[in-house]
């Protein structure tokens, strides 16, 4: 186990990365060079919780990671087939099994920024934690209705925004252009080893670049 920093600059596809459930291509969005990821047509026409909705959808970066400090700068927008219900979800996966059946990830819903001045209580979901498959967003949110495991933000769709995790067994702090807005000592996981994933959810059409890992890997 040794103390690593990795930066994937994600101008193109980084060696080994696995699309999963996600269509990626490089693309430059307000001068920036990146990679765009959004779902595929046959996901986006799937069913809800079981096709989409804080379900594996991701690139998957080839990655051993278990604690540490991730960061990305993310753009995030809507499609033109996006469903009323989206909000731009886009964010970091992270400790993703073999099979892609347990992950835990952190996503944005810029649409919910407080830049777009949402009613209440939207202004207050636009981050999210959940731990798949057991605490998605919707159990999450029904046995912790003051909002644990979700926060405003000062954010708004179409920006760059930067995303950092720092992560330590069941801890997990959440930055957002360099803002605390989670704080958790207790998230639903122990700490294992897993890939790291750009996550994107129905409706978005999100662009990463300037991925960065500091961590203990294997």
């Known amino acids: 186990m040794t103390t690593k920093s990795i930066t994937y600059p994600l101008n193109t596809l980084p ?3 696995i699309p999963y459930g996600v269509a990626v291509n490089p693309g ?13 047509d046959e996901i986006s026409k799937g ?9 594996p959808t991701f690139l998957i970066i080839p990655t051993d990671f278990k604690n540490g400090t991730i960061s990305v700068d993310l753009f995030s927008q809507l499609r033109k087939d996006a469903p009323d219900y989206a909000r731009g979800f886009a964010g970091l996966a992270y400790r993703i099994n073999a099979n892609q059946d347990f992950f835990e990830a952190v ?3 810029p649409l919910n920024g407080l830049k777009v001045n949402p009613a209440p209580p939207r202004d207050q979901r636009a981050i999210q934690y959940f731990c798949y498959p057991n605490w998605k967003f919707d159990r999450l949110r029904e046995e912790y209705p003051d909002g644990d495991f979700e926060a405003g933000a000062p954010i708004g769709p179409s920006e760059w925004i930067n995303l950092r995790l720092n992560i330590d067994e069941n801890n997990l702090t959440v ?3 360099d803002v605390e807005c989670i704080s958790l000592n207790q998230t639903k996981a122990e700490g294992t080893y897993g890939k790291i994933g750009l996550f994107v959810d129905i409706g978005t059409e999100a662009y990463f670049c300037n991925l960065k890992i500091d961590a203990d890997l294997r």
């Not at 430059?28 to 595929?40: D, F, P, S």
């Not at 809800?48 to 804080?54: V, Y």
């Open 47 to 55: 069913e809800p919780t079981i096709d989409f909705i804080d379900m």
């Open 107 to 109: 996503y944005l819903r």
């Open 15 to 17: 060696e080994g990365a």
């Open 28 to 40: 430059t969005i307000e001068g920036r060079q990146a990679l765009r990821v959004t779902l595929t």
């Open 175 to 177: 930055f957002v252009d």
